[in-house]
């Protein structure tokens, strides 16, 4: 059973984008540990994009491990579950790592079940036998990631069960696996790749047969060749290709990924099912192979924690809801220079000013900055070099959106296609005059959308 394409194929990239420092060292083949189970766990009801969860708990209840504690009800949601078995205790205000107020549910552990090797041989563990996973049908198996409360977990954070679903109007012919982690300093995804490439091919296999895609196809950079070799061990008879591709940020973005792999251009406000593509992160694939095939709950993910700042870069297998300081404290805690804890990588994370913040399902990594890492010189006007314009994977014109920003002009905003950006952060990176392009740009998409309504 399977798709019998070509193993192999690669070489391919995106127009534009840039090359800065990768820094992977402080972390790549570390092995993945197990973090030891925290006294207590805060889940924010909004994890996804789209809509918030409802708690269905109360305080004082006692849950089990995997228990279903918030239903997401709006289609664009998804349901939320206790990483811990324990109580719930009074409801709880959180910090999101992107600084928003949210309210959480947070549970007491009074039975951490599973710990070490067991926990990971019951996440990641095999054997997945593709035998075993050709017996379900499509509906089944999005209704297990829909219950099971998948979202993409290379940061995006989009519920899977959305992406996941037979598209009658817009077939899928794709699946595209996204393995490159183009973000400096992030391992978590290699590391994934190496140690349990079984299950991101049997998540894989599952996700393109829900989808009706005839091809499924793996994009890793090629400063990954451990993570290459351990997919294609691992893609037995299943047909899967694994494509590799020249290094390059942001290429983990769906629609340049979407390029360097098949060639395709996503149309500019377009999503990928315009050109009959899905796409998904190795680490949501080993989560649907897992919901699927052994009926648990999206409760753990595995993180990155990196950079100068802290004693003992690491990868993690992480309950999600534990907090970022109890993570550094795991990693030996913060050295003499770190100067600032950010949640994710440090081109598209955020800048985490509480140590109590919990990690949620998008966390991808926790990097921790020196001063020397930051030190930046103060903006200056724009020398019109063009840089910023020759880099922008998205073919904007970066310094016009500042502009429109920061004058208030929507109009000019609009013209110039603001909502395009992803806020890679490509532009400000090469920006000679360290004009902080992104956090204008960000500031003109929020005026832009409050206009429409949004
Ligand atoms: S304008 Fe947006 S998409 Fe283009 S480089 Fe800047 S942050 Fe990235
Ligand atoms: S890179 Fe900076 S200085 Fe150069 S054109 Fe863009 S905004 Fe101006």
Redesign the pocket.
Known sequence: MGWFGPHGGGGGTFA?GIHPPANKHFSTGCAIEVVPCPERVVLPLQQNVGGPCTPVVKPRQKVAWGELVGRGEAFVSSALHAPVAGTVERPAMTTLPNGRHMPAIAIRTEDPGLTGQDLWEAVFGGPWSNDCIGSYEPQQIHEAILEAGIVGLGGAAFPTHVKINPNTQKPIHTLVVNGCECEPYLTADDQLMRQAPDAIIAGAFLAGYAVGARRVVIGVEDNKPEAVESLRRAVGRTGIEVAVLKTKY?QGSEKHLIKAVLGREVPLGGLPADVGVAIGNVGTMAAVARAVVRNRPLTHRVICVTGAGVARPKNLMVPIGISIGEIIDYCGGLTAEAARIVAGGPMMGFAVADRATPVTKGTSGITVLTAKDIETSAAGPCVRCGR?VE????????TK?AQAARTGDLRLARRHNIL?????????Y?CPARIP??QW?RVGKTQVARSQGR
């Not at 880099?391 to 970066?398: E, H, I, N, R």
């Not at 395009?420 to 532009?427: H, K």
């Open positions: 534009r942001p910023c880099v922008c994977p998205m073919g904007l014109v970066p959106l395009a950006c992803f806020e890679c952060g490509a532009c400000a090469s392009l992104v740009i």
